[in-house]
């Protein structure tokens, strides 16, 4: 497969499967491909800012796992997750993106059939050049036109809590950018790239240089466009107490909004608690 994006069909009838949903309450909330017919959600949207979920994903045997085991209740819980689009950057865990599995896109349209979904196929660059690319080519390409903020994760990186995320979303006009700190430093900050959320306009493509590690690249990108400016605000109770650079890795997962963290596959009982 090239470059043109794998398309992900699907009926757009969801039936009695779909879950009711409470548009009242920001935590009780619950696919476009550019190769084949379009999925069209049936179920209500919020008014407000438009939102997309940008979840890039090389469909490891973890993200598999997280698709199936917590974002089911993830998007249950999260007004933000369930009223937004998600679009996914895919790139397999293989040389070329021709090796995408009907199962790969059977998951993905099960886990988000809810929402309007499209999924890009591309190339695996590797891990720091994916990262770099799945900002580069989305911006490029347009994906992003039309949308107030985009939200960016990998499946692995698990949006708990949503209540600041929405009210910053939602209510903060001069905010660009919600951002985790990978370093305890905020005058020399390492913005965590496996989330955060941001302003389409403040992030300018030629701002984009690859240095070989996607925190420095895409903290250099947006430092004065968008912290420079104050227009950040930081998920402080997501940063990470240690030196690896997850959201929320070493927090009390009973108090992190986002968590970053891997788990065992032997059960699909998801241990993060909504």
Known sequence: MNKKAMSAAASTDLGNTAPKLDRTNPKKMGPKDDTGPKLEST????TGPKVMIYVTTHMSG???????????????NSLLLNSSDVVVYLTPNTVASKNVTNSDVRLLQHTFRNQKLTIHTRPNLGYQESATAALTDAMAEGWWEGYDWIVRVNPDVIIRDDSQLWNIVNHDKNATGILVNCVNSVASP???????????????????ISQ??????????????????????????????NNIC??????????????????????FTCPIPF
């Open 190 to 208: 390492a913005v965590h790239t496996d989330f955060f959320a941001i302003r389409p306009r403040a992030l300018l493509l030629d701002n984009l």
């Open 43 to 46: 179920s209500p949207k919020m």
């Open 62 to 76: 973890q993200h598999i796992w997280q698709l199936k085991s917590c974002w089911p209740t993830a998007l249950q």
């Open 246 to 267: 997850r959201a929320g890795h070493g927090r009390d997962v009973q108090t992190t909004p986002v968590l970053h963290h891997h788990y065992k596959t032997d059960t």
């Open 212 to 241: 070989g590690s996607a925190e420095r690249d895409f903290t250099n990108a947006i430092k004065k466009s968008i912290i420079g400016k104050g227009n950040h605000r930081w998920l402080d109770a997501a940063r990470p107490t």
